[in-house]
């Protein structure tokens, strides 16, 4: 009987027409997007072809594929990936810890907070190409990678972090006092859990961030990974 109601059939008739056109129009952006790369591939293919830009310094899509190809049929491709995803899987890992951990040490000190945070503005402030090798001077090239990524994120993580633990809803905090909670109930039970999404939001940016500064160290100092090809490039 419900299946014969005139109105339940126009909406689902409604329903699948709206879904096709969702389908139509992620199936339009994903072709778009390949026929852009497409286009412009064979566009920097033709114009070195035709001696429209330099392909010794321009290079060329044949060129890299028939170089990345020669880099992967010899395995030396391989080490350093291995290289710059080693280095920026510790960097992450590294700022992850350190924001997390210098957030809640702000949290709970408001005097610290007050006192560190332009500090902290000033250091996220400065370029992080200009700090990376003079933290490798001071510190030493063995581990200047790591010591360039983690320059680049864990000042602008450890002020996101702190932002949003001290944005935190006042009641919830009021509640856990109220019914004779203490700061660390607070901490655990409140903030850290509340805090989750911010957490990982916070951990997408640093991802990206941490291979920035691994390859700006592989520039520096490196005699392999990634930035060093560049380099060596």
Request: aromatic share 10%; net charge positive; with cysteine.
């Amino acid at each position: 009987m419900a299946d014969n109601n005139p109105q339940l059939q126009s909406v689902d008739r409604f329903q699948k027409a709206y879904i096709e056109q969702e389908k139509y129009h992620e199936k339009k952006v994903r072709t778009i997007r390949v026929m852009i790369l497409v286009l412009f591939l064979a566009l920097w293919e033709l114009c070195t072809r035709l001696d429209m830009v330099d392909d010794f310094i321009f290079s060329s899509p044949s060129r890299v594929f028939f170089c990345f190809r020669k880099m992967v049929l010899d395995g030396s491709i391989f080490s350093h990936i291995g290289i710059t995803l080693f280095e920026t899987i510790v960097s992450f890992l590294i700022v992850t810890i350190i924001g997390i951990s210098a957030a809640v040490l702000l949290w709970s000190s408001r005097s610290a907070s007050e006192i560190l945070e332009p500090y902290l503005v000033m250091l996220n402030s400065l370029p992080k190409s200009a700090l990376a090798p003079m933290l490798i001077v001071w510190m030493g090239s063995h581990v200047h990678t790591i010591i360039a990524a983690v320059s680049v994120a864990v000042f602008g993580s450890i002020l996101t972090l702190q932002s949003g633990f001290s944005s935190m809803d006042p009641d919830q905090i009021r509640l856990i006092y109220t019914l004779g909670g203490t700061k660390k109930d607070v901490l655990t039970k409140v903030l850290l859990p509340g805090s989750v999404p911010l957490i990982l939001s916070n951990m997408k940016v640093n991802v990206g961030l941490c291979l920035v500064g691994v390859i700006i160290g592989e520039f520096l100092a490196a005699r392999r990974g990634l930035g060093y090809l560049i380099i060596y490039g």
